[in-house]
């Protein structure tokens, strides 16, 4: 093994990347990345002492390998917990903010009288909601859609108002479609051993893991920052940005890696980190069906807008870290961080920085609207929603085109199918949110594994 070619420097390209630097320096390693900068959807801009995150703006610290990756990269002292304010989630009901209570943790109560208070649930809703402990655990081993699973353990209402907000937001999914056991794997895991989420989840406060463990935590300085410590720690790598992979040549190694640009370059190993339908575009000689396989993963896009105001533009302070807005609402926002109540730092004295996300599976057109009409329907909602007055300062728009991959249905049984072609082409590895898990924390695990097997 000398020579290991990255292709992607997302955060999953670079954790791989920083683990063969630290573990294995003696291979040659280099780094194909298509944009002019590192990062892939991490994107940190700065503009008028606001600061704004184009894509992830914070991960939730609780899985233990991410967090050892933070302390390499030196960035552990750095990271900054969001706000602990009371109250932190509302979602939109009939035109209005309605608290969601923070005793809900995935979207699912842990404590049953905090339910019974909520003003987001009707009280039908509220009792079907109360009757989750005795509803019974599924036997039918089929994949289960979140849309389904939600109605059967809580109901319709509680699936309408929170589940397809809530949890198919995080994945700007249609939650019909979306696969529960691949999405929320610990939803899923809960079931099976607990019988009832609620259950499952007073246990986790009795052991005080819960509360701790969905705190969301950022950089201080900005996503970015962690971007520019990871490039900080690559020893000697050979990084190319602005360097696109045009194809592999190649069904065993040594492989040829073609670039769009530039000379052809020789790899034994190969971690593709790129999303699935780049990969399957790269492989396309090498493994055909193991391109089609990549190309059943769906992605859809979304867009991040932001409007900077003054805090007298609003008619009543905002209250949390934001809102969602369920799909029966009828409006083109589907969320909205209150990215100065999230975070400080975020915005100056007096101003306030509001960042909605639009599009994803259940409004895919909106994405192609020019950003003038994207910025005045936000405006324009937020004014009914947030009573937002006259213009922002100034606002922009960040677009992800087919930059989320979509775990629909059968996604592990894919995934599977995906790994065992994999396994027959010696010194390929696949990594990357496209295949099991889409957090930051989970993206830097696939890559350090990712780093391991390529340099077996
Ligand atoms: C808008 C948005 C908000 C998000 N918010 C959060 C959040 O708050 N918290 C959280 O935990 N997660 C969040 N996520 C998810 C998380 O950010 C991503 O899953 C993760 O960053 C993906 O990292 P990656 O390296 O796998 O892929 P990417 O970041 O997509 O990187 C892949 C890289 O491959 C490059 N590439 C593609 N084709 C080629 C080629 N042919 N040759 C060379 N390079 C190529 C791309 O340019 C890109 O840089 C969000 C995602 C998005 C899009």
């Given at each position: 093994m000398n020579r290991v070619v990255i292709i992607g420097g997302g955060i999953t390209g670079l954790a791989a990347a920083h683990t063969l630097a630290r573990t294995r320096p003696e291979i040659?390693?280099?780094?194909?990345?298509?944009?002019d900068r590192l990062g892939g959807v991490i994107l940190?801009?700065?503009?008028?002492?606001?600061?704004?995150?184009?894509?992830?703006?914070?991960?939730?610290?609780?899985?233990?390998?991410?967090?050892?990756?933070?302390?390499?990269?030196?960035?552990?002292?750095?990271?900054?917990?969001?706000?602990?304010?009371?109250?932190?989630?509302?979602?939109?009901?009939?035109?209005?903010?309605?608290?969601?209570?923070?005793?809900?943790?995935?979207?699912?109560?842990?404590?049953?009288?905090?339910?019974?208070?909520?003003?987001?649930?009707?009280?039908?809703?509220?009792?079907?909601?109360?009757?989750?402990?005795?509803v019974p655990r599924r036997r039918d081993p089929s994949d289960e859609s979140l849309a389904d699973f939600f109605r059967r353990r809580l109901g319709r209402e509680a699936?309408?108002?929170?589940?397809?907000?809530?949890?198919?937001?995080?994945?700007?999914?249609?939650?019909?479609?979306?696969?529960?056991?691949?999405?929320?794997?610990?939803?899923?895991?809960?079931?099976?051993?607990?019988?009832?989420?609620?259950?499952?989840?007073?246990?986790?406060?009795?052991?005080?893991?819960?509360?701790?463990?969905?705190?969301?935590?950022?950089?201080?300085?900005?996503?970015?920052?962690?971007?520019?410590?990871?490039?900080?720690?690559?020893?000697?790598?050979?990084?190319?940005?602005?360097?696109?992979?045009k194809e592999i040549q190649g069904k065993a190694p040594p492989f040829r890696v073609i670039p769009e640009n530039g000379d052809a370059l020789e790899a034994d190993a190969l971690i593709i980190a790129t999303p699935a339908h780049a990969a399957a575009r790269i492989l396309k000689e090498t493994c055909p069906p193991l391109c089609s396989l990549l190309n059943q993963i769906a992605y859809v896009s979304t867009a991040a807008v932001y409007l900077a105001c003054h805090e007298k533009a609003l008619k009543r302070p905002l209250e949390g870290y934001g809102f969602l807005v369920p799909r029966t609402e009828g409006k083109t926002i589907n969320a909205c961080t209150f990215v100065s109540n999230k975070f400080i730092g975020r915005a100056p004295e007096d101003r306030i920085l509001l960042r909605a996300f639009v599009g994803g599976a259940l409004d895919p057109d909106v994405i192609q609207w020019p950003g003038e009409r994207l910025v005045r329907r936000v405006r324009d909602e937020l004014k009914e929603i947030v009573g937002l007055e006259?213009?922002?300062?100034?606002?922009?728009?960040?677009?992800?085109?087919?930059?989320?991959?979509?775990?629909?249905?059968?996604?592990?049984?894919?995934?599977?199918?995906?790994?065992?072609?994999?396994?027959?082409?010696?010194?390929?590895?696949?990594?990357?949110?496209?295949?099991?898990?889409?957090?930051?924390?989970?993206?830097?695990?696939?890559?350090?594994?990712?780093?391991?097997?390529?340099?077996?």
């Amino acid at each position: 093994m000398n020579r290991v070619v990255i292709i992607g420097g997302g955060i999953t390209g670079l954790a791989a990347a920083h683990t063969l630097a630290r573990t294995r320096p003696e291979i040659a390693v280099t780094l194909l990345e298509a944009r002019d900068r590192l990062g892939g959807v991490i994107l940190t801009e700065e503009e008028d002492a606001f600061l704004l995150e184009g894509g992830p703006d914070s991960f939730l610290a609780r899985k233990q390998e991410a967090n050892d990756f933070w302390r390499e990269v030196g960035v552990e002292g750095d990271l900054l917990p969001a706000q602990d304010i009371h109250g932190r989630v509302r979602i939109l009901r009939d035109g209005r903010l309605r608290l969601l209570p923070d005793s809900f943790n995935l979207g699912m109560p842990s404590d049953v009288r905090s339910v019974l208070a909520a003003s987001l649930i009707s009280i039908p809703g509220k009792l079907r909601l109360a009757l989750e402990r005795f509803v019974p655990r599924r036997r039918d081993p089929s994949d289960e859609s979140l849309a389904d699973f939600f109605r059967r353990r809580l109901g319709r209402e509680a699936y309408e108002r929170i589940g397809e907000p809530l949890l198919g937001g995080i994945h700007a999914a249609d939650a019909e479609r979306l696969s529960l056991s691949a999405a929320f794997p610990d939803l899923y895991a809960m079931e099976g051993e607990h019988g009832s989420i609620t259950r499952a989840l007073k246990a986790r406060r009795i052991s005080n893991e819960g509360e701790r463990g969905l705190r969301f935590v950022t950089h201080r300085g900005g996503m970015g920052k962690i971007v520019q410590a990871i490039e900080s720690h690559l020893g000697g790598i050979e990084v190319r940005t602005g360097v696109a992979c045009k194809e592999i040549q190649g069904k065993a190694p040594p492989f040829r890696v073609i670039p769009e640009n530039g000379d052809a370059l020789e790899a034994d190993a190969l971690i593709i980190a790129t999303p699935a339908h780049a990969a399957a575009r790269i492989l396309k000689e090498t493994c055909p069906p193991l391109c089609s396989l990549l190309n059943q993963i769906a992605y859809v896009s979304t867009a991040a807008v932001y409007l900077a105001c003054h805090e007298k533009a609003l008619k009543r302070p905002l209250e949390g870290y934001g809102f969602l807005v369920p799909r029966t609402e009828g409006k083109t926002i589907n969320a909205c961080t209150f990215v100065s109540n999230k975070f400080i730092g975020r915005a100056p004295e007096d101003r306030i920085l509001l960042r909605a996300f639009v599009g994803g599976a259940l409004d895919p057109d909106v994405i192609q609207w020019p950003g003038e009409r994207l910025v005045r329907r936000v405006r324009d909602e937020l004014k009914e929603i947030v009573g937002l007055e006259g213009e922002p300062i100034w606002s922009r728009v960040y677009r992800w085109e087919n930059a989320l991959p979509q775990y629909n249905l059968g996604h592990r049984d894919r995934v599977h199918a995906i790994d065992k072609l994999v396994k027959g082409i010696p010194g390929l590895v696949l990594a990357g949110a496209a295949y099991k898990g889409t957090g930051i924390p989970d993206c830097i695990i696939s890559g350090r594994l990712a780093a391991k097997r390529a340099s077996r």
